[in-house]
């Protein structure tokens, strides 16, 4: 595997900057470095940092792609850090540059628009950590007196799914999930971190209790709401500007080893709605409320999901779909174990009364609780999505407006171009109090509001199409004056960003500047650029 070091000696970098200097392109090439710029910018690193660039071209070429195989950036290298303190030095040395390079942490490269990218700049490899944690990637500390009060101390770059079987194997579990287990954690929270359970217990990033992150600066700081509370609120759905999370104490409570899973269809979108937002509001840790409540719809032929159903309903789900031409699943899920499984059918049987879904429209099923968890990524599995490129588009939607967005979007863009594509449409609640408003992550002001996502795996071929159908789905959101606000957002223009966060966009640029004056870290968002500097000799 080739490899080099990237930088000898303080001279080196005079010479190779008053190089680049004196030419409009140029690229300098040795045994030991590869240097390609078009602006005055130097490529090298410190003696210091023991673990070399990885320049290998099959390297470079996965960290610049991503799960949306849409967008290719290639990065110069790629960081195979052994330690978090090889972290630490590579954005010293980039900030001792006049010109520095950028650098992207890329975990699981979830991401569909190129964000964990760093185009002519450095991708640090997060996932290489795991295999220096000596076995203590997650470590779970059990409160016996109350399970509530437990938690679990996790490296950035660690997946979901391993912080579950960790838990699991203390009674124990983390109380939000995305429907993606193989995400990292790093990944998810500087995001938010989504799903089912959001409104019971808050997105991911409310369920964190201190972080250990290397800023912009280099600097490795512990944060949390005591403790430089700016950094932690700040990295927390942050997108990654203000520094690398490397550990993450998450909150942990008793876990249920079975799930009773429903799927209720509706024909109309108002019972639908109210239906939901109904079911939120019944929020507390008690047996007098789902522990998981989502919803997707059923539009012409896609999502092809229907294994859930008894294959002798589908001729008259098909046929209720036909009449209707859209139908809307509530998916909801019950916790039981042993000791409740006797009374989880009654439980489950009382929270649904009154529900106003297509009567005999309910489906159910038992299942073990790691089962329900891995449910969508099953599902992704059999419809090949991992496959091609995804045309995703997810965004919050204020409640007030969620009957425009039946209305212009699903029937008058997505069910009148009757696209085909496997992926699916997720719609359901949340409720803002859940949230906490200090976090970067930009929301809707309203109490009730909306995850809408319609994510589509494609082809090459069909992509510009598919496109340009969410393109017409933002057009549309803007034209109707609906104010929402996109989650894992495309890359804006700079006027665009500050539009995304707000009244919150002062306090980001100021953690920029405070955290990462250089704007050196995650530049595939696209929300700051690198300040090109000439160095003067």
Not at 176 to 199: C, E, K, M, P
């Amino acid at each position: 595997m080739a490899r080099f070091s990237i930088l000898e000696n303080v001279s080196l970098i005079l010479l190779i900057n008053l190089v680049i200097i004196t030419t409009t392109t140029t690229t300098v090439l040795t045994n030991e470095i590869i240097t390609t710029y078009q602006s005055c910018s130097a490529f090298h690193a410190s003696m210091e940092i023991s673990n070399d660039l990885d320049y290998d071209n099959s390297t470079l070429t996965l960290a610049s792609t991503d799960y949306g195989l849409k967008i290719h950036e290639k990065p110069l290298a790629v960081l195979q850090p052994t330690s978090i303190t090889e972290i630490s030095e590579l954005i010293k040395v980039s900030n001792s540059l006049c010109t520095p390079f950028t650098i992207a942490a890329r975990g699981q490269a979830h991401s569909v628009y190129g964000q964990a990218m760093a185009r002519e700049g450095i991708v640090v490899n997060m996932t290489h950590l795991n295999g220096y944690r000596h076995g203590k990637g997650v470590v779970i500390f059990r409160d016996e007196k109350d399970p509530w009060n437990s938690y679990a101390d996790v490296g950035g770059e660690q997946v979901w799914d391993d912080v579950l079987n960790a838990a699991l194997e203390y009674g124990l579990t983390p109380l939000s999930f995305t429907d993606s287990l193989g995400t990292s954690v790093g990944g998810t929270l500087v995001n938010a971190g989504i799903g089912a359970q959001v409104f019971k217990f808050g997105p991911q990033i409310a369920n964190v209790y201190e972080l250990d992150v290397i800023t912009g600066k280099g600097d490795l700081k512990t944060c949390s709401a005591e403790k430089n509370s700016k950094l932690f609120y700040g990295v927390l759905g942050g997108l990654g500007q203000f520094g690398i999370i490397t550990r993450a104490r998450i909150a942990l409570g008793p876990a249920y080893t079975k799930v009773k899973w429903l799927r209720l269809l509706y024909s109309d979108f108002s019972a639908y709605s109210k239906d939901q937002e109904y079911l939120i509001s019944l929020n507390g840790r008690n047996d007098n409320a789902f522990d998981a409540v989502e919803g997707f719809l059923m539009i012409n032929q896609w999502p092809n999901i229907i294994d859930f159903f008894p294959t002798q309903d589908l001729p008259r789900i098909n046929s209720l779909l036909a009449q209707h031409n859209i139908l809307y699943v509530l998916e909801l899920a019950k916790y039981y174990d042993d000791s409740t499984q006797d009374q989880i059918d009654q439980d489950v049987e009382r929270l649904v009364m009154g529900l106003k879904y297509v009567p005999t429209f309910k489906y159910e099923k038992d299942l073990l609780y790691q089962n329900f968890l891995h449910r969508s990524e099953s599902a992704a599995a059999g419809q090949g999505l991992p496959g091609g490129p995804k045309s995703w588009l997810d965004t919050f939607v204020p409640g007030s407006r969620i009957s425009d967005v039946n209305e212009g979007v699903f029937k008058n863009i997505i069910f009148k171009q009757n696209l085909s594509a496997n992926g699916i449409i997720l719609i359901f609640p949340m409720n803002r109090t859940k949230w906490n408003d200090k976090m970067s992550v930009a929301i809707p002001d309203e109490e009730v509001f909306y995850l809408v996502s319609v994510l589509q795996a494609v082809t090459y071929d069909t992509l510009k199409i598919f496109d340009d159908q969410k393109n017409q789905i933002l057009k549309f959101y803007k034209d109707s004056g609906i104010g929402i606000k996109q989650y894992l957002p495309r890359n804006k223009t700079h006027e665009e960003w500050i539009e995304h966060f707000g009244s919150k966009w002062q306090k980001f640029e100021e953690a920029k500047n405070k955290f990462d004056p250089k704007r050196i870290l995650a530049p595939g968002q696209g929300i700051f650029q690198l300040n090109n500097k000439i160095c003067m000799l």
